[in-house]
């Protein structure tokens, strides 16, 4: 059920941030990335240790390096960023022992993270078809 409401969430929050105009600002999307990164920062603060919280800000960091370049040089970046966090959901249990994490959150947000990025990518797709 997780993945479906963040599928969900995905293509509500990516339609309507179409229909608005939000995304029409190199920034939405990159910035969306920033977020979904820092959840597990603040379930570590939530439920975890000294250790769990840096290793999850690592990783944030990392993915905030990544929406940065896809914002100052090529959002086909925050694509593969978005993906990529998707997969880090997957992979979390393994990389972290992150005890406020909901048991839901991870099946959630990789769904979220991969609608994410191929609504992107078809927006990025269809810019360049109509030279926007």
């Known amino acids: 059920m997780e993945y479906l409401i963040g599928s969900a969430t995905a293509i509500s929050v990516c339609l309507a941030a179409s229909l608005v ?14 977020v979904i990164a820092s959840y597990y ?7 975890a240790s000294i250790q769990t919280l840096l290793i999850e800000l690592a990783a944030a960091g990392a993915f905030a390096v990544v929406a940065v370049v896809g914002f100052k040089r ?7 960023g978005l993906a990529a966090h998707g997969a880090f959901d ?14 839901w959150w991870p099946g959630f947000c990789l769904a979220y993270d991969v609608t ?3 609504y992107l990518m078809i927006l990025l797709k269809f810019r360049a078809k109509i030279g926007t």
């Open 41 to 47: 920062i603040l379930f570590a603060a939530m439920g």
């Open 74 to 80: 090529n959002p086909w970046f925050v694509v593969i």
């Open 21 to 34: 105009g939000f995304d029409k600002d190199r920034a939405f999307y990159p910035v969306v990335l920033i």
């Open 116 to 118: 994410a990025a191929l």
């Open 90 to 103: 997957l992979l979390h249990p393994l990389l972290a022992h992150n005890p406020g994490v909901p048991r």
